[in-house]
């Protein structure tokens, strides 16, 4: 297992996160997946044994209970050697204060989210989504007060625009309050918006990235074909959208191709090719069973040829938008719009 510093902070991760919204399975997340206690335990200590050291979760998964198993799981006999990270803004309750980010709401979830997991810190606490009604420069003083707490020791936003983090990181800057140290995001081979500006502002602000649902929600694995149902059809579950279903199969019918060739899974490649991306720091993976995850713990170990890079590129390529179509770049920087490359050398 590789570890990579969290954008500029000092924080080692594992290039491959143990994600957790299986866990519960209760509400809308029955259709993601429903791992119980035991379950949880025998994924969980397979992903350490892999050299796995950080777990995903959030305060909604499952309405808290993700959490309450992560807590369980853990035990306290291996937390030292396990980072966890959880988030905090959805609605988990009825009332008129149980969603956003407010100081009320931020500071009240994070403690209930030390209680579920039965420990004292939370190593990284991601912002779960953007509140356009809380003023931001009350949401970082309530992470900065997290932190002096010692109850938070990192702070994160999650799907957010290009603006919103600029905007955060601007206020964190002129205030001396903890700054974002990652993002964590939507990027997979059939979906590369973040390219025009999200990871480019990982590069320049030193942004670690964690990317979320890397395999699109399964319909990057291989299992699904073009004549077969999808992963979305037979579960239920409709996100991340699919827009363009027939450039969709034909990444796939490359991830398969260069799969068969180097005798593993189209899961792998596809995992392989996002870990190969500028800034992107770990890819937060789930599993069903212990045969997909081992399958997606082996990702961690392959690496892509340059052919093989520049042939996914270019069978999931999105349509450049202006103002990025003026910009210029050599065959070396391929692998996204220009100046979203700055150093080569860990391809």
């Not at 939370?122 to 009604?133: A, Q, R, T």
């Amino acid at each position: 297992m590789e570890y990579r510093t969290l954008g500029r902070s000092g924080l080692k991760v594992s290039t491959l996160t143990l994600g957790t919204m299986t866990f519960g399975g209760t509400g809308p997340f029955a259709a993601v997946g429903n791992s119980d206690l035991s379950e949880a335990k025998r994924i969980i200590d397979t992903c350490i044994d892999a050299g796995i050291n950080l777990i995903d979760t959030a305060n909604v998964y499952s309405n808290g209970l993700s959490e309450e198993i992560v807590g369980e799981a853990l035990g306290g006999k291996r937390k030292n050697d396990v980072l966890i990270a959880s988030k905090a803004r959805m609605r988990i309750g009825n009332g008129p204060n149980d969603e956003g980010l407010s100081r009320h709401h931020l500071i009240r979830e994070c403690e209930r989210s030390l209680k579920r997991l039965k420990t004292d810190v939370i190593d990284i606490y991601f912002l779960h989504e953007w509140d356009g009604v809380t003023p931001l420069e009350e949401t970082i003083a309530a992470l900065d007060t997290l932190v002096g707490q010692g109850k938070v020791r990192y702070v994160g936003c999650s799907n957010y625009s290009g603006w919103q983090v600029m905007k955060a990181l601007s206020i964190s800057d002129s205030h001396h309050q903890p700054r974002f140290v990652t993002q964590q995001i939507h990027y997979t081979l059939e979906a590369r918006e973040a390219e025009y500006e999200l990871l480019p502002i990982s590069v320049d602000q030193g942004l670690g990235v964690l990317v979320w649902s890397p395999l699109a929600g399964g319909l990057l694995s291989g299992k699904y074909r073009r004549d077969s149902p999808t992963a979305r059809q037979l579960g239920g579950w409709s996100e991340p959208p699919i827009r363009d279903e027939d450039r969709l199969w034909r990444i796939v019918d490359v991830l398969v191709e260069i799969g068969k060739a180097r005798g593993v899974s189209a899961a792998q490649v596809a995992l392989a090719w996002l870990l190969g991306r500028p800034a992107v720091s770990s890819l937060v993976i789930g599993a069903r069973n212990e045969a997909q995850l081992k399958d997606n713990l082996a990702a961690a170990s392959l690496t892509l040829s340059l052919d093989e890079r520049l042939r996914l590129d270019a069978v999931g390529r999105p349509p450049v938008l202006y103002p990025y179509w003026h910009q210029q770049f050599t065959a070396k920087d391929r692998f996204g719009p220009a100046d979203l490359v700055l150093d080569r050398s860990d391809i």
